[in-house]
Nanobody
Framework: QLQLVESGGGLVQPGGSLRLSCAASGFTLYGYAIGWFRQAPGKEREGVLCIRGGGGIANYADSVKGRFTISRDNAKNTVYLQMNSLKPEDTAIYYC????????????????WGQGTQVTVSS
C-alpha cells in the first residue's frame, strides 16, 4: 500500500523554526516529485514548495521565499520542509503529495497524499 506520512508539526512562537518530514512507505520516493501544500482555515489549499525527481526545486508561494527550504534524502525515503522565521500567517495544515517526476502547481495533479500535520505559529 502506497502511503505518505507527515510529521514534525506543532506549536511554535513567531520567529521560530520547524522541520516537517514526509516519509514514504510502500514505494520509493526516488523519481517522484514531492510537493508540500498547506491549507489554512477558510482558505484554499496552496502549493508551497516542490522538489522534482531529479532534484530541481519549484517555489509556489512567494511568502515563503528565503524562509522555507525543501530537501530530500533518498536513502531515508523522506522529503523535508525546513521552515524558519515562522509567522502567524504560516499557520495551516501542511500536506505532502507525490506525482510522477515533474513538479506541478495544482494540487489536483498529485496522485498520493499524506494525512497532514498541523503547524500553529502563535505567541
Amino acid at each position: 500500500q502506497l502511503q505518505l506520512v507527515e510529521s514534525g508539526g506543532g506549536l511554535v512562537q513567531p520567529g521560530g523554526s520547524l522541520r516537517l518530514s514526509c516519509a514514504a512507505s510502500g514505494f520509493t520516493l526516488y523519481g517522484y516529485a514531492i510537493g508540500w501544500f498547506r491549507q489554512a482555515p477558510g482558505k484554499e489549499r496552496e502549493g508551497v514548495l516542490c522538489i522534482r525527481g531529479g532534484g530541481g526545486i519549484a517555489n509556489y508561494a512567494d511568502s515563503v521565499k528565503g524562509r522555507f527550504t525543501i530537501s530530500r534524502d533518498n536513502a531515508k525515503n523522506t522529503v523535508y520542509l525546513q521552515m524558519n522565521s515562522l509567522k502567524p500567517e504560516d499557520t495551516a495544515i501542511y500536506y505532502c503529495a507525490a506525482r510522477d517526476y515533474y513538479c506541478s502547481g495544482p494540487s489536483s495533479t498529485y496522485d498520493y497524499w499524506g494525512q497532514g500535520t498541523q503547524v500553529t505559529v502563535s505567541s
